[in-house]
């Protein structure tokens, strides 16, 4: 069926790295937009970035630019989230999702990661 | 940034009540506009794209209207499931947004 995992999330202190990851199955990946989107424990949906199918196209939430790098493996099927000089603000379950047709829909989800950025 | 006011941001309901919820964008935004369910600790489900297409296998009890900047979401009567919180969401901007959210409780 069609999944995606995230893994990669933890604790880490303010000013410190992580990186995420999305295995996708169940679809073509290298076919689909692809796109990471947060939510801060009790708040809304803010979403973070999204590449295109071949990583041409890139772009970011104002919030996370400069800081984070989107990137997708498409022969290993994986989305990848770099987050670098993480604040307390980035505490958040991080979903990977696939856009429907390109830029539109997020119709396919994963289940979340959590990161904690905390000292 | 275009920014989604979603209101209201909370309501009780009973089950069999119909449940109206609106979104309003802060530019016209065509029908560039989608809406998402959420449950506790669960990953938001698409269920309306594009303004007003029921995704398919989402019942027809939630429907969902609108264009320019001013949109609705409906559920004709309120099932047990569907006490949930949801989210409105533009993709007219390349910098993509969500409403608030409404968080749909039981009366």
């Known amino acids: 069926q069609v999944q995606l995992v995230e893994s990669g999330g933890g604790l880490v202190k303010p000013g410190g790295s992580l990186r995420l990851s999305c295995a996708a199955s169940g679809f073509t990946f290298r076919d689909y937009y692809m796109n990471w989107i947060r939510q801060a424990p009790g708040k809304g949906l803010e979403w973070v970035s999204y590449i295109s199918t071949s990583g041409s196209a890139i772009y970011y939430a104002d919030s996370v630019k400069g800081r984070f790098t989107i990137a997708r493996d498409n022969a290993k099927k994986s989305l990848y989230l770099q987050m670098n000089s993480l604040r307390a603000e980035d505490t958040a379950v991080y979903y990977c999702?696939?856009?429907?047709?390109?830029?539109?829909?997020?119709?396919?989800w994963g289940q979340g990661t959590m990161v904690t950025v905390s000292s | 940034d275009i920014q989604m006011t979603q209101s209201p941001s909370s309501l009780s309901a009973s089950v069999g009540d119909r449940v109206t919820i609106t979104c309003q964008a802060s530019q016209d935004i065509s029908n560039f506009l989608n809406w998402y369910q959420q449950k506790p600790g669960k990953a938001p489900k698409l269920l309306i794209y594009?303004?007003?297409n029921l995704k398919s296998g989402v019942p027809s009890r939630f429907s969902a209207s609108g264009s320019g900047t001013d949109f609705t979401f409906t559920i004709s009567s309120l099932q047990p499931e569907d006490f949930a919180t949801y989210y409105c969401?533009?993709?007219?901007?390349?910098?993509?947004?969500f409403g608030g959210g409404t968080k749909v409780e039981i009366k």
């Open positions: 594009d303004a007003s």
């Open positions: 999702a696939r856009g429907q047709t390109t830029v539109d829909a997020f119709d396919v």
């Open positions: 969401q533009q993709y007219d901007d390349l910098l993509l947004t």
